[in-house]
């Protein structure tokens, strides 16, 4: 008996670059290959997302190295990028979610103390220059008031500056699955360039993403719908009214 052929994608070093290849690594699963997903980093977020498929974390098989990085920048859409650099033809452009939700994961939410819908915000990326001010998540704050929502504050370390706004603040107290569900049954995701503003488009939660020179819209807004972007030179120079201009309509759009 043929042994069944293995893929290794290893993707760079975060989880927004893990989540970009998921619908390049589908695609090879459909074409009949066991596929493994790792990335550059110590930790291999492919072990906790809930993928729609099998997918392991070894190293083996035929191994396609995307660790180099992945550049956004162009008008190249993000998954004809991704699935031209691994190889994937046709092109692997998801039509749907590509990860799932849960009741497992409602939950999870609710264990975290959130009531009811809400509005979920990543305020800071790989760098510093992709974050968020005080002032900026504020705007969010009235904005998911003013629409009956609460607000949730993620990031991989701790901000006690968001302490003082009457959102949750859970930064730094998180697991990788309680950020997963929290992005998954959000109302809507406001994201500075980071791995939650992936994640949550592949739920196909509405992304409000506010970003800087990292990303350029053009590149991600076709495949991660829906959305809306704000684009300026850092994501924290970006207006407060801007913001909440933007998360107004994206709710408005989105109900």
Known sequence: MT????ITIVAARGLGDTVCCL???YRYVADGYRVNLCNAMSVQFADTL??????????????????????????CRVFA????????????IPEGPWLRKSDEQVGMVRALGVPGEFVVVSC????SSRR??????????????????ATVVVCDKEHPEFDGLSGLNLTGKT???QLYALLAHARAAVCVDSGPLHTAA????PVLAVVGQTLNPYALCEDYQPSLWLHGQDSFTIRPEDVAEGLWRLLELTE
């Open 3 to 6: 042994a069944q052929p293995t």
């Open 23 to 25: 619908p390049a690594a």
């Open 50 to 75: 809930p993928t729609l498929v099998p997918i392991g974390t070894e190293r083996e098989g035929t191994v396609l190295d995307m660790s180099g990085g992945m550049a956004f920048g162009g008008e």
């Open 81 to 92: 990028h991704v699935s031209l650099r691994l190889g994937v033809y046709p092109l692997a």
């Open 124 to 127: 800071e990326g790989f760098s």
């Open 132 to 149: 968020l001010e005080p002032e900026q998540v504020a705007a969010v704050v009235q904005v998911a008031e003013e629409n009956g929502l």
């Open 175 to 177: 697991t990788l699955p």
């Open 202 to 205: 592949a739920f196909r939660t």
